[in-house]
């Protein structure tokens, strides 16, 4: 039964299509005999319209302004070669790279050979010459081409891995023999130049 307490809560009801069996009859009945509950529903119906069309239209332009920042945004178009982000990459790649090129080309001495060579000394007796040893080392150095340095080991810098090298003791100095030349080499810590 509709009485004026539950009145626009059956309004809603009905509005909303919850109403059904007799709560239904009686709104529609009602609605036929009574123009002031009539118009009660229609003014219902109108604020609900109302404010459907005026969330309708708050959220309608809600999306255009975004929409116009969005567009601002996404109509300017930077260039690959104006974007500093990629300049960086680039510079930084290309450093790496020039590192490693760098560091894999440099020319760092390499050890080639370590062993004893062979010295002959002459006999204070006459008789046939003695054979001692001393430590030789050959290094393949980029700043030093056919150096020798000779503190407790022989140090010869240079390519002479290929070639026939023999030392021998005359006269009180020792002579290094490379590619059938003869060169006088003396004990020292300091790197000297082969010479003749």
Do not use: C
């Not at 005999?33 to 219902?44: C, G, N, V």
């Not at 930084?92 to 060579?117: C, D, H, M, Q």
């Not at 003695?130 to 050959?138: E, K, W």
């Amino acid at each position: 039964m509709i009485n004026e307490e539950n009145k626009t809560e059956v309004i809603d009801q009905y509005l909303a299509g919850a109403l059904t069996g007799d709560q239904l009859n009686e709104v529609k009945n009602r609605i036929e005999t009574d123009p002031k509950f009539r118009h009660e529903i229609a003014f219902q119906e109108k604020i609900i319209q109302t404010v459907r069309q005026l969330e309708h239209e708050q959220l309608k332009s809600r999306f255009e302004s975004i929409y116009k920042e969005d567009d601002g945004l996404t109509d300017k178009v930077v260039p690959f070669y104006q974007r500093p982000l990629y300049y960086y990459a680039a510079a930084i790649t290309f450093l790496v790279i020039a590192g490693l090129f760098w560091l894999l080309n440099k020319r760092s001495p390499t050890e080639t050979y370590r062993g004893f060579l062979a010295v002959e000394v002459e006999s204070t007796r006459g008789a046939d010459n003695v054979l001692d040893s001393i430590p030789l080392t050959i290094i393949d150095h980029p700043e030093y081409d056919f150096h020798y340095q000779w503190g407790d080991t022989l140090t010869l810098y240079g390519p002479f891995v290929s070639e026939e090298i023999s030392v021998r003791f005359e006269n009180d100095t020792y002579i290094l023999q490379v590619r059938n030349q003869p060169y006088t080499i003396k004990q020292d810590n300091t790197i000297h130049l082969l010479r003749p």
